[in-house]
């Protein structure tokens, strides 16, 4: 009798496990959806060309020498 109260209850548990897993799957999904939208509304499309690239990979360059500390929320692109 107690070991079917013990895999009734790891059942429970393993079942709030998976929803909990399922639920932080789809908030990501919802935050990845928001963003690209967002990217999608920001303005006008912008050639990205090998000059494009360069000049991206020198600003990079540029603040890895510099020490400085790179952050997500910082616009590194041309005209931000």
């Known amino acids: ?10 059942a429970k548990t ?8 399922l639920r932080e799957e789809n908030k ?3 935050e990845i959806d928001s963003l690209l939208i967002e990217g999608l ?3 006008d499309a ?3 060309t090998p000059e494009f690239w360069k000049e991206l990979w020198n600003r990079v360059d540029s ?3 510099a020490g400085t500390v790179h952050r997500p929320d910082v616009c590194c692109l041309p005209n931000c």
């Open 1 to 10: 009798m107690q070991g079917q109260s013990f895999s009734s209850a790891f």
């Open 28 to 30: 990501s999904q919802a």
């Open 46 to 48: 912008i050639p990205v």
């Open 63 to 65: 603040r890895e020498q």
């Open 41 to 43: 509304e920001s303005g």
């Open 14 to 21: 393993l079942t709030k496990g998976v929803a909990h897993v």
